[in-house]
């Protein structure tokens, strides 16, 4: 019969092949169907570890079928030429499942690191976890694929000890490059593990002195009191003394300097400046009753009694109101009082 069609010898073996090969593309194509299935059954499901095996295995397996259709279709019917007959060997074979195995856990380690690795970054209110995450997704694939590489390598017999000594050099060379980027890196890590500060809170550093807006892999952005971004690399920041104002709460102690002429009395000067900071206390929303005001006489100057008056703002960033609010209610009230406030001056007697 095959005769009469005219379906004999290589005609024959070439349709049997592109029937394997269609077969094979018709069985991928239901492996797709199924796999969407799957994954809307695992959609409705608690749990996170289908849909990680879903995604792991369903593209590969479906490329996977593809490949060994068209395989077994062109050596099984013997129309592989010879100049492909290279095909055959079995190297080829183990290289391909190796290829395919680094797929599948590359894309199921990936998928974990993303689920449970963005889940538990979402709990913190620095954006370093995130990342460390974005860091992780991107080494883990880096890692397998080169291990993968090496393995099919190794499959042909290709010595790979010159790529593993020139890949050595090549990360000796490029660890001293990136020297500050790694400081930094590792110093961003401790920041989020240490926590010194966090997103919101005002520092200062050295000179330094504002809120801050971000914590990156690199750097720390700091925006001060004048609306201008201070970057600051992670290294600095774990190597430098940190005042953090927000820490371990908001109220902060100012200290206003108060001086008077000599032949004040100390202790009216004590009891009006007490009187002052308990009538800002009451009059403004800036400062707070605990704890109280306090003032201290601290010092005979070359032209003046020094005083001190510590009071406790409510929050870190009002200092310039309360000063504002305390100085202008002692200037009102020593002119009532008659107390004067001295400025530096010098007698000069001459002799005839």
Same mark, same amino acid.
């Given at each position: 019969?095959?005769?009469?069609?005219?379906?004999?010898?290589?005609?024959?073996?070439?349709?049997?092949?592109?029937?394997?090969?269609?077969?094979?593309?018709?069985?991928?194509?239901?492996?797709?169907?199924? !796999?969407?299935? %799957?994954?809307? *059954?695992?959609? &409705?499901?608690?749990?996170?570890?289908?849909?990680?095996?879903?995604?792991?295995?369903?593209?590969?397996? /479906?490329?996977?079928?593809?490949?060994?259709? !068209?395989?077994?279709?062109?050596?099984?019917?013997?129309?592989?030429?010879d100049s492909m007959a290279w095909v055959l060997s079995p190297s080829y074979i183990t290289a391909f499942y190796v290829l395919i195995s680094a797929w599948i856990?590359? &894309?199921?380690?990936?998928?974990?690191?993303?689920?449970?690795?963005?889940?538990?970054?979402?709990?913190?209110?620095?954006?370093?976890?995130?990342?460390?995450?974005?860091?992780?997704?991107?080494?883990?694939?880096?890692?397998?694929?080169?291990?993968? !590489?090496?393995?099919? %390598?190794?499959?042909? +017999?290709?010595?790979?000890?010159?790529?593993?000594?020139?890949?050595?050099?090549?990360?000796?060379?490029?660890?001293?490059?990136?020297?500050?980027?790694?400081?930094?890196?590792?110093?961003?890590?401790?920041?989020?593990?240490?926590?010194?500060?966090? !997103?919101?809170?005002?520092?200062?550093?050295?000179?330094?002195?504002? @809120?801050?807006? +971000?914590?990156?892999?690199?750097?720390?952005?700091?925006?001060?009191?004048?609306?201008?971004?201070?970057?600051?690399?992670?290294? *600095?920041?774990?190597?430098?003394?940190?005042?953090?104002?927000?820490?371990?709460? /908001? *109220?902060?102690?100012?200290?206003?300097?108060?001086?008077?002429?000599?032949?004040? @009395?100390?202790?009216?000067? *004590?009891?009006? %400046?007490?009187?002052?900071?308990?009538?800002?206390?009451?009059? &403004?929303?800036?400062?707070?009753?605990?704890?109280?005001?306090?003032?201290?006489?601290?010092?005979?100057?070359? +032209?003046? %009694?020094?005083?001190?008056?510590?009071?406790?703002?409510?929050?870190?960033?009002?200092?310039? /109101?309360?000063?504002?609010?305390?100085?202008?209610?002692?200037?009102?009230?020593?002119?009532?009082?008659?107390?004067?406030?001295?400025?530096?001056?010098?007698?000069?007697?001459?002799?005839?």
């Amino acid at each position: 019969m095959y005769m009469d069609l005219g379906l004999s010898g290589p005609v024959l073996n070439y349709i049997l092949a592109a029937f394997v090969i269609l077969l094979g593309i018709v069985l991928a194509y239901l492996a797709r169907i199924f !796999v969407r299935w %799957l994954e809307s *059954k695992a959609g &409705t499901t608690d749990t996170n570890w289908d849909d990680i095996l879903i995604a792991a295995i369903g593209t590969p397996v /479906q490329f996977t079928i593809i490949v060994l259709a !068209v395989y077994y279709g062109v050596t099984l019917f013997g129309i592989l030429p010879d100049s492909m007959a290279w095909v055959l060997s079995p190297s080829y074979i183990t290289a391909f499942y190796v290829l395919i195995s680094a797929w599948i856990l590359s &894309t199921f380690l990936h998928s974990i690191i993303h689920i449970y690795g963005r889940a538990i970054a979402e709990r913190s209110e620095s954006d370093m976890d995130d990342r460390l995450v974005d860091l992780l997704e991107l080494v883990i694939r880096y890692v397998i694929w080169f291990a993968a !590489v090496m393995a099919i %390598l190794k499959v042909f +017999s290709i010595d790979i000890t010159p790529l593993l000594a020139g890949a050595g050099i090549a990360g000796i060379a490029i660890a001293l490059a990136a020297q500050d980027f790694i400081s930094n890196f590792f110093g961003g890590a401790i920041i989020t593990v240490d926590k010194p500060f966090k !997103v919101g809170d005002r520092i200062k550093v050295e000179d330094y002195y504002g @809120d801050v807006i +971000s914590v990156g892999t690199r750097s720390t952005r700091i925006k001060t009191l004048e609306y201008q971004i201070v970057t600051i690399p992670n290294n *600095k920041l774990t190597s430098n003394i940190i005042i953090n104002y927000s820490e371990p709460d /908001q *109220k902060l102690r100012i200290t206003l300097p108060i001086t008077v002429a000599y032949g004040t @009395d100390p202790l009216r000067v *004590k009891k009006i %400046l007490l009187e002052i900071a308990r009538d800002a206390t009451m009059g &403004t929303e800036f400062l707070l009753e605990d704890p109280a005001p306090t003032v201290f006489f601290m010092e005979f100057a070359d +032209s003046s %009694l020094n005083f001190i008056l510590h009071v406790w703002a409510r929050k870190y960033n009002i200092s310039e /109101q309360v000063r504002d609010a305390i100085n202008c209610r002692i200037a009102e009230r020593f002119v009532k009082e008659g107390i004067e406030i001295p400025f530096p001056q010098m007698d000069v007697h001459m002799k005839k």
